[in-house]
Structure formats: C-alpha cells, structure tokens
C-alpha cells in the first residue's frame, strides 16, 4: 500500500465514522446519562464524550480477527499518534 493508498481509505471511512459519533451523542444526549444542564456551553462536555467515544471507535473499527503481530502494529501506531 502506498501513502496515497492509506490516505484515501482512511478518507474513505470518515463519513462512517462522523456518522457514527453523531448518532452515539444524540444517544447519549436523549438517555440522561449525562445531566446536559449542569454544564456551561463550552468544550468539556463533548470532550469527555470524545474520550469515550475513542473505545467504542477501537471497538468498531478493529478488524474481526487479530493475530498477535497485528495488535503489535496497533500498539506501535497508538505509540506515534
């Protein structure tokens, strides 16, 4: 695979992806987990959404079946992000 390869199927599951965290934070908006009124109309609030929405993100996109060399190459890749 080449970078522009990379590039284009990373771009290619983004829609997916916004898709995905839109619909979670209207789920989570509409259950109560979370007392909306009680913060300020800033970035807290989505932020800590975002960091939960990371290990549902890794949960969906991981592929079906790892072997160990390739949740090596995930560990490697969280190291540079």
Excluded: H
Aim: hydrophobic fraction near 45%; proline fraction near 4%; charged fraction near 35%.
């Amino acid at each position: 695979m080449t970078k522009e390869q990379f590039m284009d199927r990373v771009a290619d599951m983004l829609p997916e992806l916004s898709s995905l965290v839109m619909d979670r934070a209207s789920k989570i908006a509409d259950s109560g987990c979370v007392d909306l009124a009680s913060y300020d109309d800033d970035f807290r609030l989505p932020k800590m959404f975002m960091a939960a929405m990371g290990a549902e993100i890794a949960w969906q996109y991981k592929p079906i079946s790892m072997d160990r060399k390739e949740r090596r190459i995930i560990k490697n890749i969280e190291r540079f992000l």
